[in-house]
Structure formats: C-alpha cells, structure tokens
C-alpha cells in the first residue's frame, strides 16, 4: 500500500513574529520542521512525504532535507497562497497512491502510534482526522461578542492533523471545492461537505501546532520531557 504524506508548511507565521518563517525556528537546536520530517521518515507506514513550501524556500529546504539525509524519498513541492492552495499542489502532483496523509509541518510532536492507528481506520473508513476531546466549556457568540449559547462539551472535539484519507476521496474532495469557489477551515472539512463519514482518531495533547511566541516554550518543554524519557 503506497501512503504518501503531505507536509504543508508554506505559512509567514505572522503571529509568531519575528522575520524567519515558524517552521524554521529551532527548538532543541533543530528546525521545527526537521523534527516533523524525522517522525514521517522513521514510520514504516509512510512510503514517501511531500514537503510543500514557499516557492522562495524550495532551495533551502532541498538543502535541508539533503542535510539531515532522511532513509524515505521526500519530494519539495512549491506551495500555494493559502494552505489550501497548497495541499492542492501537492495532491496534484501524488501519480501513484492509495492513501494521503496531511499534517502540518509545526506539529512536530505527532507520533508513530497516531500515523499508524491513522493510517489503519483510513483504510476500512475512508477518511479520519486525530482530535482530542475538548477541555474547556466552549460558547457561542454573536458579532457583538455576546454569547448565544454554551456547546455540549462531550460532543466538541478540538481538531489536529494529521488529517487521513482514500486517494479518490480526497482528489474529488478537492476537485469539488475549487469548482464551486469554495474554502475550508481544514481538509476534512472538503470531504465533510460531499456528505462523506469522518471518523475521528484521538491523539495527544502534547500533539500541539506551534503558532505562538507561548507555543515555543511549550514546546522546548514537552521535548526535554521526551528527551528525559
């Protein structure tokens, strides 16, 4: 069975600030996007990843992934303007594939254990994504900031990636979406609105997308408490 992943990081990472790109900044000494590729890299389950970046990027990061001299092939792929744009890149550039695998390029501390279990309900079911339940009590609000209700907590889950699905689905998914002019919060979301089942995967908390100056220090922490064992 071919699974190839797509890795888009082709965001500014404006909330992060500063003038280097999110997925460049190290934690541990290493980009962050280094340590999301080692983790696709030593899955067996993963025949191949595509990592999708700004077009400006693409020599870097070739020389990057030349670098660290990862065992799967990993294909640089120039990315979109939006983070839709961009995993349509990287689906229209899939030739040979059963399953299609999205993740984000600064969620670096996904683990084999999710891709696997991923990978296996995908197969039977079509489409999955990992998500956790959520902790906190989540409100409705109106444009004024008013609030209209309070959600059933055991229902919401907070969603991550990696984000799983049969090559077919995924491909009309996105071939719908972009003839009707429509934009999703999430690649499920495409595949939701064909009326297709997704089936959701719990993951990690620790699973978390590094976005923030404060998700920087979260992150140095839940590494050294990795590394430590």
Not at 134 to 140: C, F, G, Q
């Amino acid at each position: 069975m071919n699974v190839i992943a797509l890795i888009p990081a082709a965001g500014a990472g404006k909330r992060m600030g500063g003038e280097r790109n999110k997925q460049y900044l190290e934690i541990g000494g290493k980009p962050i996007l280094a340590h999301t590729l080692e983790v696709f890299d030593g899955c067996d389950a993963i025949s191949e990843v595509y990592l999708i970046v700004p077009e400006e990027d693409c020599a870097y990061c070739c020389d990057l992934v030349d670098g660290i001299r990862f065992t799967k092939p990993i294909r640089v792929i120039s990315g979109g303007k939006e983070r839709q744009d961009s995993v349509k890149n990287g689906i229209d550039a899939i030739y040979n594939c059963d399953i299609v695998m999205v993740h984000d390029g600064v969620r670096p501390f996904v683990t084999e254990d999710i891709i696997n279990r991923s990978v296996e309900e995908t197969v039977g079911c079509g489409a999955t994504v990992v998500a956790v339940p959520a902790k906190d009590t989540i409100k409705s609000v109106d444009e004024e900031g008013n609030i209209i209700e309070t959600l059933e907590r055991k229902k919401l889950w907070q969603v991550q990636t990696p984000q799983t699905f049969k090559y077919e689905i995924i491909k009309e998914a996105f071939d719908k979406a972009y003839k009707d002019g429509f934009y999703g919060t999430d690649d499920a979301s495409l595949v939701e609105r064909m009326g297709h089942k997704v089936r959701i995967i719990e993951g990690s908390y620790q699973n978390i997308k590094i976005t923030t100056p404060e998700d920087m220090i979260i992150a140095e922490a839940i590494l050294k408490s990795r590394q430590a064992g």
